[in-house]
């Protein structure tokens, strides 16, 4: 496991490496940075609201229910009151 540890390494800082040479230290600090702040963003964080009512009943959530069967629904709740 050391020895496939270690040739991991070289591999990673000889890249590190290419990249320095090739597009100068301040342009990769800033592309560091700059990954970082995109994954820490929090318009990166996953929402079952985005997601079409196929995919909810394949994953096991309920379904999106648009506005206007809102409104049906909360309609047929008032009239079934009355009887």
């Known amino acids: 496991m050391r020895e496939m540890h270690v040739m991991v390494a ?13 597009h100068g230290p301040w342009r990769l600090i800033r ?17 079952s609201s985005d997601l079409d ?17 809102f409104v049906l629904q909360s309609r047929f709740v008032d009239w079934r009151n009355y009887l």
């Open 10 to 22: 070289d591999v990673l800082s000889a890249e590190m490496d290419a990249l320095h040479r090739r």
């Open 31 to 47: 592309a560091l940075v700059a990954t970082l702040v995109r994954r820490s963003s929090p318009f990166s964080a996953n929402r």
């Open 53 to 69: 009512n196929h995919m909810l009943r394949d994953i096991g959530l309920p379904e999106n229910i648009p506005e206007v069967d």
